[in-house]
């Protein structure tokens, strides 16, 4: 049986009639773990245990001291358990070598970054010196838009959805204000259709087609942080593109939950956060991807800062301008040590494990908790599938 192009839902039931099982039972669900089909990593990380969470009403829980079922990696990932030990390594050096600590060690603080690239890159499909991570999600979005939003009298737009997240939303209010222009005329909100709830890509490719030639880029979710909606990037970024408009992505709610091939897709810019399901920490380091056709950074609209200065000739202090390659070149400041240290001890598990496993786990998760649901709540579709 082709795992790739069978439905998950197809299999499980599969299963099911091979076990002789109940698909809808407690023992077939059992059994899956049981079974270690899709291998899981929960051992990997802390998860809150009920006794320990505010708000808990324990006369309403069987055991204070079991695991939480915790479904809310959108807002805040995991702890992984190697996090604190690769907090405390750096503490360590940190005491006893001072300073030395900038060029010494696996995580040498001046770029500490670094070894973290290679796997980041491989996240998101791209090429080594098209990403890098600094900043936060929001600076990184308002770095790149000052890029590439660059309004003329008759290109001037900018195309996002109607229920964006807040922050994406006056990110681009303010760009737009940047150059004295009204919000209400150059913010094209993409809405559902009346009694839905997610975009249809027809409607987003409609909107492109008529307004394609006064939009100058084009600003989504890759995954939709409220209905979970994945966009059909590949398909937007083309369509885009071809009416000449810059396309950029907010990954926040994409990277480490989807695969992503931005390089092929010939995305011209993109940002994240990791805290999410890249399960770094609350506030900690931001993405960043720059299409290598974008490299002549000379070229580009932007703020520069000493780290976007190329590293081999940082420290001459000439106060002379000599941008990084790619993405790096975007960069103001060093990066932290103690967030680089926990996003490492997330990047050694998805390098380990890889996106496309963790995606067709996902997968079949996904479409046992939609079965259950249907069973339980006694809705139905036309195939039994979706």
Request: proline letters at 3%; charged letters at 25%; a negative charge.
């Amino acid at each position: 049986m082709d795992l790739l192009q069978t439905h998950p839902l197809e299999i499980l039931s599969n299963l099911a009639n091979e076990w002789k099982m109940d698909l809808y039972s407690e023992e077939f669900s059992k059994e899956l773990d049981k079974q270690n089909i899709w291998p899981s990593n929960r051992h990997r990380f802390f998860y809150p245990k009920s006794k320990e969470l505010p708000n808990i009403d324990l006369s309403l829980v069987k055991d204070p001291d079991e695991e939480s079922v915790y479904m809310c990696g959108n807002s805040l990932g995991l702890q992984p358990k190697t996090a604190r030990s690769y907090i405390d390594k750096e503490m360590n050096k940190w005491a006893q070598m001072g300073v030395f600590g900038h060029l010494e060690g696996e995580l040498a603080w001046a770029k500490c970054n670094e070894p973290l690239r290679p796997a980041m890159a491989r996240l998101v499909g791209a090429r080594l010196d098209e990403v890098d991570l600094m900043n936060f999600l929001s600076v990184n979005l308002h770095l790149l838009m000052i890029s590439f939003y660059r309004p003329t009298e008759t290109r001037f737009k900018i195309l996002l959805e109607d229920k964006a997240f807040p922050s994406d939303h006056y990110i681009v209010e303010s760009q737009i204000k940047l150059h004295n222009l009204d919000p209400e005329k150059c913010m094209v909100l993409l809405k559902p259709r009346e009694n839905e709830f997610t975009l249809r890509t027809d409607d987003i490719l409609k909107t492109i087609e008529e307004q394609g030639e006064s939009i100058a880029v084009v600003l989504l979710s890759g995954v939709h942080y409220f209905t979970g909606q994945l966009f059909q990037m590949e398909t937007i970024t083309k369509a885009a593109q071809k009416k000449g408009c810059f396309v950029g992505w907010d990954l926040a709610h994409a990277v480490g939950n989807v695969e992503l091939k931005l390089h092929d897709w010939n995305v011209d810019f993109a940002a994240w956060c990791t805290y999410k399901y890249l399960n770094s920490g609350a506030g900690s380091i931001g993405g960043i991807f720059l299409h290598e056709k974008h490299f002549e950074i000379n070229k580009l609209t932007k703020l520069n800062g000493w780290w976007g200065h190329r590293s081999d000739t940082r420290f001459l202090m000439n106060n002379k301008i000599d941008h990084e390659v790619g993405a790096s070149a975007f960069a103001l400041s060093n990066p932290s040590m103690l967030l680089c240290s926990c996003l490492k001890a997330s990047l050694d598990i998805f390098d380990e494990v890889g996106i496309e496993n963790l995606r067709k786990r996902s997968k079949f998760l996904t479409a046992y908790l939609e079965c259950l649901l249907n069973r339980k709540f006694k809705t139905n579709n036309k195939n039994g599938y979706k």
